[in-house]
Structure formats: C-alpha cells, structure tokens
C-alpha cells in the first residue's frame, strides 16, 4: 500500500499518470472484481500489457487480486482510492494557494503600473 510521504504521492503520480494503466483503473472501479483477460477485451493493448498495468496498480496499493476457482480477479481497493483521492485534492489546494499568491504578485504589479502612469501622465509608455 501506498505510504503517506512526498515520495509516495510521486510513485502515485507516476502510477496513475500513465493513460493505459488509468484506463484499467476506471475499468476496475466501473465494473468490480473482473480478470485481465476480461479487462484485455476492452482495452486497445494486449493482454500482457494489462497484466504488467494491474502489477504496478497492486504495488502501488491501488489494486488487490485474489483467485476465484481457476480464475485470478482483481478489484479496486478502496483504502488506496481513498489515499489517491485525498492526495490530489491536497495538490488541488497547493495549488490554488500557488495561484491565488501569483494572482496577488500579478495585481500589486498592475497596481504599481497603473500608479506610476497617474503620477507622470505625460510619460509615454512603451510598446
């Protein structure tokens, strides 16, 4: 499962950042417990290929297996959904902080702009 660290949400990122293995991710939440070669049939690469995706999900934390009869299923778990969620909406508020700061920057520079051609009006300005 996936720890809560800085270098955890960077493997997360990494995990869920590639647009394959998300597709199989929103497979997986769609649809429950279903097997690589099921989720294969509805993805444009080969099987081998979901299998490697459904590795790096379950090591992210993000996925467990378990056998049913003859048959491996995989499904979405939810503590690590939960995780993934939460550390994207952290990163969502890092970075209305970030913008809401170069809002800020950008409107005291306007301001000053705006000030200094109040206070010299026969100053041409610069293209």
């Known amino acids: 499962m996936l720890r809560m660290s800085a270098e955890a949400d960077e493997e997360l990122w990494s995990v869920i950042g590639d647009p394959s293995r998300l597709r ?3 497979l997986l939440v769609s649809n429950g ?3 690589a070669s099921w989720l294969a049939g509805r993805v444009p690469f080969s099987r081998q290929a979901v299998s490697k995706h459904l590795v790096v999900l379950e090591q992210a934390g993000l996925v467990i297996r378990h056998k049913q009869g003859r048959e491996v ?3 979405v778990r939810a503590d690590g959904l939960d995780h993934a969620t939460r550390a994207m909406a952290e990163l969502a508020r890092k970075w209305d902080r970030r913008l ?3 809002k800020r920057l950008d409107e005291a ?3 000053q702009t705006k000030n200094k051609r109040r206070a010299n009006p026969n100053r041409r300005s610069e293209p």
């Open 109 to 111: 520079a306007h301001s």
């Open 33 to 35: 417990d279903v097997s």
């Open 24 to 26: 199989v991710l929103d």
């Open 100 to 102: 809401a700061a170069i």
């Open 73 to 75: 299923l995989y499904q």
